[in-house]
């Protein structure tokens, strides 16, 4: 889950995103969202720092926003009251 580049230059374009963020499989839905599932599992640790196994977005720039939030939580220390945004009614 490290290893991202997350660097402050602008992610403009899918492969752009894929790019920058090697540790994650990136696709459009025939809805027009961008999804983004990490290429490995996450521990009960890590969903407790609030990260999550699969992300999305509206656009490019929305998708990047969130993938940067991801990298920077996996150095964050466990919180019982983090959630993933998509999983507020489910359990791990």
């Known amino acids: 889950m490290s290893g991202e580049k997350t660097a402050s230059v602008p992610v403009l374009t899918v492969s752009g995103l894929r790019e920058a963020f090697p540790g994650w ?17 996450l521990t009960n640790e890590d969903y ?11 656009d490019v720039g929305q998708l990047a926003e969130e993938l940067r939030r991801q990298a920077a939580l ?9 959630r993933c945004p998509g999983s507020r009614n489910s359990s791990h």
């Open 25 to 41: 499989s990136i696709w459009r839905s025939s809805a027009g969202r961008l999804w983004a599932t990490r290429n490995g599992h």
């Open 48 to 58: 407790n720092r609030g990260l999550c196994q699969t992300v999305d977005g509206d």
């Open 74 to 82: 996996t150095v964050a220390v466990p919180n019982s009251e983090a």
